[in-house]
């Protein structure tokens, strides 16, 4: 799933801008062949959520259909093409000139289709694009739960087993691309770094054919070259440097890899990656990158503005990072799916450390084996997806197997009772996803978010454990006090009985901008920053606590439901258009030093 790159041998035809778009309430489209030009249909900006373009269809979530019409270029005959679509959400099936190319489910990863055989050279070629987004218990994530998510806990339109919009759309651009014939299919690259400074890098090569192959290092004034031999589809090659310059928040260094095929002194394929020379490892109670212990300082994120919904927004991603460097931050996690490739190209240039998510969010365990299964079975797809996507990126350290998994008995755990022992299938559940995580990728720990009163099982199969935690909100409201006693009693509990590094990876208050009370009082500016200040007191005064994640960034979208004003979760440190609350002057004091 290598990202489309222009250069001499390979191209890109990007396809943002106004398509044409349908909404098919009644699902008639395929049968009545839309995929031939639509009728009556209304321009839509691509990237972007369907949802606030216009007024018919914020809560809109069936099927609707995009089109557009592009020529190709002739040069692109003696190619391979692909249609390239890097998020819908939530099930796409594509057409090309009428001719159906491949379907794909789940939002957030990206897809492509070998077009070659579908394409015109001498006429415009029709593209067509039919998107769904129906809440289905059995998806990943799940919807349309009888009786509200978190166990009941909570309801909310639409309907979600989550607490933010189900935004749908073509969410990330569209593109056509080509590549020679006999070209690079996939590239990994493992970076290393022993103890003395010395590093390497590791690039595994699959493609299919026997050819020559070159990779170039390039960087600190220098340029290593390896030639190497490509047969029965894989080949690999190593660098060993003395002194890299290692990839760190403080110097995101990266070196330039270029890998070419040839045959007989002729070019057959170039493909470039960055490449950021670190290690990861969890040892004891630390998390070391470059063998130095590392605290993550931050937030728990969403791909959430006005209008763009979930859309790719640059300018607001490039935002986001600048704030970033105003506060001193530097990680975040991609609660709670898979952000943009773009995302993890700035991170990597911006030495953000990335904890990243699969969209498994909300998983439950009541509805039977079959249901279970189902989504089980998405949950490695799109775990098989993410690290084929993003196992190149320096920014990436974690690998998230899922937020917030709602145990069986929550209304108990949650209380703190008494509970019945766990179905170990449950645990099975996690364990499949861990194992396929670490078989997948070794080179990076795995975890797991756990909503209060998770069970130790699940916490058990991570290499560091993510524990979200709203005491002084969600309870003990109003007396930060008490709810920070209560943390700090649970969090030694837990490292007591697991012994691993932990990060609270969610914690935050409901604040309304401009609102203030003195003394603090929940939703004033300083009830939050009091909020705040407390919870990461709590863990300076614990080592094994290795990263603070406050949730959240910025306001975002919800559903509607009596627990979330005006549509909003408001526990951003800044509003939904990046203004900072009290909260946020408070971290950038805390994260400057
Ligand atoms: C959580 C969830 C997050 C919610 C947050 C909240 O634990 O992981 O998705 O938005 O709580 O604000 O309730």
């Not at 996690?333 to 991170?347: C, F, V």
């Amino acid at each position: 799933m290598l990202y489309p790159q222009q250069n001499d041998v390979r191209n890109v035809l990007e396809l943002s801008g106004l398509w044409q778009f349908k909404l098919d309430p009644s699902d008639v489209g395929e049968a009545e062949a839309w995929f031939n030009g639509l009728q009556d249909s209304r321009l839509i900006a691509v990237p972007g959520s369907w949802n606030e373009q216009f007024e018919d269809t914020r809560d809109y979530l069936g099927v609707a259909w995009y089109a557009l019409e592009t020529f190709v270029p002739k040069s692109w005959q003696s190619e391979r093409s692909f249609i390239r679509v890097g998020s819908a959400n939530y099930h796409a099936r594509v057409w090309v000139n009428g001719q159906v190319v491949g379907e794909h489910a789940g939002g957030h990863l990206p897809f492509a289709f070998d077009i070659s055989s579908a394409l015109n050279w001498d006429k415009p070629n029709l593209i067509a694009i039919r998107v769904e987004n129906n809440l289905e218990p059995t998806r990943v994530p799940p919807g349309d739960l009888k009786g509200g998510f978190l166990g009941g806990f909570m309801t909310n339109y639409p309907n979600t087993s989550y607490d933010f919009f189900p935004y749908a759309g073509l969410h990330r651009p569209v593109k056509l691309f080509s590549t020679p014939k006999n070209a690079i299919e996939d590239i990994t690259v493992i970076t290393s770094v022993e103890a003395g400074g010395a590093g390497t890098v590791q690039v595994q090569l699959r493609q299919t054919g026997k050819v020559q192959a070159v990779a170039r290092l390039v960087g600190e004034g220098e340029t290593l070259e390896q030639a190497f031999q490509v047969e029965s589809g894989a080949a690999s090659t190593i660098f060993r440097l003395d002194k890299p310059r290692l990839w760190s928040p403080k110097d995101p260094y990266l070196y330039a890899l270029e890998i070419e095929l040839g045959e007989d002194g002729k070019t057959l394929d170039r493909y470039s990656l960055d490449v950021g020379i670190r290690s990861v490892e969890v040892r004891g109670k630390e998390l070391l990158l470059n063998g130095e212990p590392i605290f993550l300082k931050d937030f728990g994120k969403h791909e959430d503005f006005p209008i763009h919904g979930r859309g790719l927004n640059l300018p607001v991603l490039v935002r986001d990072h600048s704030l970033f460097k105003w506060l001193g931050a530097n990680s975040y996690r991609t609660a709670h799916y898979p952000y943009s490739e773009e995302a993890m190209q700035m991170a990597d240039r911006e030495g953000i450390l990335i904890i990243d998510e699969t969209p498994a969010v909300g998983i439950f365990f009541e509805d039977g084996a079959e249901n279970i299964a189902l989504r089980l079975k998405q949950c490695e797809q799109h775990l098989q997806e993410l690290v084929e996507r993003d196992k190149n990126h320096p920014s990436v350290i974690m690998w998230s197997v899922a937020n917030e998994p709602l145990p069986p008995d929550l209304r108990l755990r949650f209380a703190g009772a008494e509970v019945p022992p766990l179905d170990p299938s449950t645990t099975d559940f996690f364990r499949t996803l861990v194992d396929l995580s670490r078989k997948l990728d070794p080179s990076r720990p795995v975890t797991l978010a756990g909503i209060h009163g998770s069970p130790v099982e699940w916490f058990e199969l991570c290499d560091v454990v993510l524990v979200n935690r709203y005491f002084g909100w969600y309870s003990q409201q109003g007396r930060l006090d008490e709810g920070k006693r209560m943390l700090e009693a649970e969090l030694d509990d837990l490292f007591g009985k697991l012994g691993k590094p932990m990060i609270v990876s969610e914690f935050g208050a409901d604040t309304l901008a401009g609102f203030h009370s003195n003394p603090p009082e929940m939703f004033s500016e300083e009830y939050q920053r009091d909020f705040i200040k407390g919870y990461l007191d709590v863990a300076d005064a614990r080592d094994f606590i290795i990263g603070m994640h406050v949730w959240n960034f910025a306001d975002f979208k919800t559903g509607q439901g009596i627990m979330r004003v005006a549509g909003l979760n408001h526990k951003g440190v800044f509003t939904r258009d990046r203004k900072p609350k009290m909260a946020a002057h408070l971290l950038r004091e805390r994260w400057q030093d």
